[in-house]
């Protein structure tokens, strides 16, 4: 064949793959790749003139667009490269979802997450075939999904969202190979009935904190972590739902309308670790079933009518780190029971209705309580002193009770306290001036009691308080210049919080403390109330244990926006003068 002829069959076989596929597959290169992703800056660019990423540095320092900040290329050992990953998050882009990552036609890697994203997603990701991860998590994108034709997607996360539309409507048609999906913290609506019985390799699935509605998905029990908390599921938990071949480690069904009571095969999980049943409506006893996961680290029971007898065989989940129980209308004295979790580090009985208990409970002599959260009961009486006696507790929350009489200043020997809330009790006398010796102490909550006398200066040594709230009592006198000190080091304590690293260290009280805690009316932190979710919370509260702030802002004589803590004073409905 003359060299004339073998173009000639190259020109017809080039169209003829133009014809059978609709695309240029000869143009595909590098090269193309580069120009897709000149046009995405400037894309970005436009959207963003204010707090460029580092898209910016794109083709500056390097014509290769494999060089590029935030971006993958294939190996070139035996091909030519090609890219395959855009990594930018938390990089201040906002605006539009670019149209064309099509373009890139082996693109596998997406990450646009924690970015101000808005709008609605194009159609034209559907078209980005070889998706093998997409995470879009963290932006303010609405409107309706259509992920059907990305048959190779593995990891999906369109969470912290607006996203609206069926669940069964905006997945892949073939999920064979979808390993994690998170759609949580959106406005998903409708059931998901069987939708996820072809996803055979699924393993993590959160639809948390949408509008969810139908009975629950029976198939749940084969994945490692599953979480439908914070909707709108009916009906009751059957036996049947947990199999002998239960893999599950992580299971959440709180704040939906699940009734009845919680079936004893339950503890076919042998591997849970987190159990969270909270806000329901389940009623009965506690399957004493449960006390043969010996794998459980975390046991969320609160806010359901549950009987007020606690199963012994509790007492064998040797693992248990937290234990909550609260908002289940016990009443009378705080269950023996309770004495007996050793190994217990954070226990909530907040909104019970208890009124005694404390002592005879013996709650006060656990080795490892970190966290007694103890409010919203009806307890009276002095303050236990034998509180001060418990060297490992962090964070003691008693308000909302009727406790009277002087705060112990015993309680300034609690070494490890960061977190002291006393506030709307009927507490009388002076602040003890030994608090002041509480070095890792984040906040201290006495509003809304009785508390006279002058605020003490020693107060001024608590250098990791930044929270301070003494408003509505009857303090008087001048405020002392000490007060300026507080939180001026509380790096420490933040710093010990981040090696602890606990996992678990959230529960169901953090809407309740923060609403106290946070001052609504403070405008700072006014917006948060808007976001909060069970789910923010928790996450919240992790954020501020370990330093970390809520939002932006710009620290005194600088332009540049940090998450930097910001903490308060509150003073008001006093006689300070």
């Not at 998706?131 to 932006?139: A, C, I, K, R, Y």
């Not at 006398?453 to 001024?460: A, H, K, R």
């Not at 923060?514 to 509260?541: D, E, H």
Request: proline letters at 5%.
């Amino acid at each position: 064949m003359s060299d004339e002829e073998t173009d000639s069959w190259a020109v017809a076989l080039f169209v003829f793959l133009i014809l059978i596929t609709g695309e240029i597959v000869a143009g595909d290169s590098i090269n193309t790749d580069k120009e897709v992703l000149l046009n995405l800056k400037t894309f970005f660019e436009g959207n963003n003139p204010v707090h460029p990423g580092k898209y910016t540095q794109w083709n500056k320092q390097s014509n290769n667009p494999c060089d590029w900040p935030g971006i993958k290329c294939s190996s070139s050992t035996n091909r030519a490269a090609r890219v395959t990953g855009i990594y930018l998050p938390d990089n201040e882009i906002s605006g539009k979802i670019f149209g064309n990552f099509s373009m890139l036609t082996k693109l596998s890697y997406l990450d646009l997450s924690k970015n101000t994203l808005s709008g609605m997603i194009p159609e034209d990701l559907n078209l980005c075939q070889n998706l093998v991860h997409l995470n879009l998590s963290h932006n303010i994108l609405d409107g309706h999904l259509n992920l059907t034709r990305l048959n190779n997607l593995e990891k999906l996360d369109i969470s912290v969202n607006r996203i609206c539309g069926e669940v069964e409507l905006s997945l892949p048609a073939n999920c064979d190979r979808l390993v994690m999906v998170n759609m949580s913290t959106n406005n998903f609506t409708g059931k998901i009935n069987g939708r996820f019985d072809a996803c055979q390799n699924l393993q993590y699935l959160d639809l948390s904190s949408n509008k969810l509605t139908g009975k629950l998905w029976i198939g749940f029990e084969r994945l490692l972590e599953f979480s439908v908390s914070e909707n709108n599921f009916t009906g009751a938990i059957l036996s049947s739902m947990f199999g002998t071949n239960c893999s599950l480690q992580v299971l959440h069904l709180s704040e939906n309308n699940f009734i009845g009571q919680v079936p004893g095969e339950i503890s076919n999980c042998r591997n849970l670790i987190i159990l969270n049943l909270w806000g329901n409506n389940f009623t009965g006893l506690i399957p004493a079933e449960m006390g043969s996961i010996s794998s459980l680290q975390a046991l969320y029971l609160g806010n359901n009518s549950f009987s007020k007898e606690i199963p012994d065989s509790l007492l064998n989940l040797n693992n248990l780190t937290f234990l909550d129980l609260s908002r289940n209308n016990f009443g009378g004295d705080i269950q023996e029971i309770f004495g007996n979790f050793t190994q217990v580090k954070f226990l909530v009985l907040h909104s019970n209705w208890y009124t005694g208990g404390i002592y005879s409970s013996r709650i006060l002599k656990l080795p490892n309580i970190h966290r007694l959260d103890l409010s919203y009961n009806n307890f009276s009486g002095p303050l236990p002193v034998k509180i001060s006696e418990i060297p490992s507790l962090k964070f003691l929350i008693l308000a909302y009770n009727q406790f009277s009489g002087t705060i112990p200043p015993e309680y300034g020997n609690l070494s490890s306290l960061q977190a002291l809330d006393l506030s709307y009790n009927r507490l009388n006398g002076s602040i003890p001036a030994e608090l002041g010796k509480l070095k890792s102490l984040l906040w201290l909550m006495l509003a809304n009691n009785f508390l006279t006398g002058d605020i003490p200066p020693d107060l001024g040594n608590c250098t990791s308080l930044l929270w301070l709230n003494l408003a509505n009592n009857q303090l008087s006198g001048k405020i002392p210049p000490q007060l300026a000190n507080i939180g001026s080091n509380a790096t420490p304590t933040f710093e010990s919080n981040n090696r602890e690293n606990d996992e678990i260290i959230a529960g169901s009280g953090e809407c309740l403390t923060m609403q106290r805690w946070i001052p609504a009316n403070y405008p700072p932190f006014s917006f948060v109330y808007t976001i909060l979710t069970r789910k923010s919370c928790r996450s919240i509260w992790d954020l501020l244990l370990k330093g970390n702030g809520l939002f932006p802002i710009c620290a005194a004589g600088s332009s540049f926006r940090t998450l930097q803590i910001s903490g308060y004073i509150q003073l008001s409905g006093n006689q300070l003068s």
